[in-house]
């Protein structure tokens, strides 16, 4: 069966949503995912992802081994356009990107201004594992008291992100996900800190 980019798409319009308004909530795509009959180079929950978010009006950047290629699929399968790293609204960090690229990417993303703090930047990254683990903890805006995750990716991506996020409303929100089709989202707004092992 293919992917149907109207049923299949608001199904993941509508799980995506669910996870960015309630952050520590993972959501699947499995469904989605199994209909995909691509090979390009990226999970299939990225690739719902970008078939769902991306259009002639969208600007991205890939950061991966096989970027040149990875950029002319997307640009083939969604019409939206390259970019640099400053002017992107989608910046795709594939599994395969080296952990410099990361700082790269969260460095010169768009944060957006104080007048129109919503055009900032999105970061997609790919990672072995997004779970519900006690390893870190995140509090605020559509969490009643506390929520729990853990991201099996090198940590340098906490003190990046809270740097980029340091003027709020000002920030960029972060889309995680894995080779289980699993997504996580973290917006602008969530607090991150480090669980204490006692």
């Not at 180079?41 to 991306?54: Q, S």
């Not at 952990?99 to 703090?117: I, M, N, Q």
Request: a negative charge.
């Amino acid at each position: 069966m293919k992917l149907d980019l109207v049923h299949d798409m608001q199904k993941a319009y509508r799980k995506t949503l669910a996870s960015m308004s309630r952050p520590g909530l993972i959501s699947n795509f499995r469904n989605q995912a199994d209909k995909i009959d691509l090979e390009i180079g990226c999970f299939d929950a990225t690739l719902v992802l970008v078939l769902m978010l991306f259009n002639t009006e969208v600007k991205y950047k890939v950061y991966s081994q096989c970027e040149v290629e990875m950029t002319k699929v997307i640009n083939q399968l969604t019409y939206a356009r390259a970019t640099e790293t400053e002017q992107a609204d989608y910046i795709l960090i594939l599994k395969d990107a080296r952990l410099e690229d990361l700082e790269k990417a969260f460095r010169a993303a768009y944060p957006g201004d104080l007048r129109d703090p919503h055009k900032a930047a999105t970061i997609i990254i790919e990672t072995n594992s997004v779970s519900n683990d006690r390893d870190l903890t995140l509090t605020g805006p559509g969490i009643e008291k506390e929520n729990f995750i853990k991201v099996t990716i090198a940590d340098k991506w906490l003190v990046l992100r809270a740097d980029k996020n340091s003027e709020f409303p000002m920030g960029i929100d972060l889309i995680f996900t894995d080779s289980l089709d699993n997504i996580l989202c973290l917006p602008r707004t969530i607090q991150i800190s480090k669980q204490v092992v006692e």
